[in-house]
């Protein structure tokens, strides 16, 4: 299964808990291959016993991080306007609001989530 198709099914939250118990080695494996570039069978999610999937945690962690970084501007619609001002103004950041004011954040790492976000859940119509 693609990560971006995982999230769909699963959602944002439950990835996100996924994400956090495999970085605190509470995570069970099926297998795991260090060669197979961090894919691997994941057991012991959403619940589901005996479900497993092949999965890259590590694509599933960028793809989180992308909905989360667009969630901070509002909307994609936002941050996609954002990224067009200042690259006409020839700026390499956009700032994003966090709980004690503003962020800056490199104008490619903001059209990575856009493209990330579009590829979980289309086109950006919102």
């Known amino acids: 299964m693609k990560p971006e198709q995982f999230i769909r099914e699963y959602g944002v939250e439950n990835v996100k808990t996924l994400i ?5 080695d509470q995570f069970a494996f099926k297998s795991f291959d260090p060669a197979a570039d961090c894919c691997f069978d994941a057991g012991l999610c959403m619940g589901q016993e005996k479900a497993w999937w092949d999965i890259c945690i590590y694509d599933l ?5 992308s909905v989360e970084l ?13 990224v067009k001002m200042a690259d006409f103004n020839g700026f390499l950041l956009v700032s994003v609001p966090i709980e004690n004011g503003l962020a800056d954040v490199y104008i490619h790492k903001v059209e990575q989530a856009i493209r990330d976000h579009e590829s979980i859940y289309g086109g950006g119509d919102e």
């Open 70 to 82: 667009i969630s901070l501007f509002g909307s994609i619609k936002i941050a996609k306007d954002k």
């Open 61 to 65: 962690k960028r793809l989180v991080e």
């Open 20 to 24: 956090e118990d495999y970085e605190k």
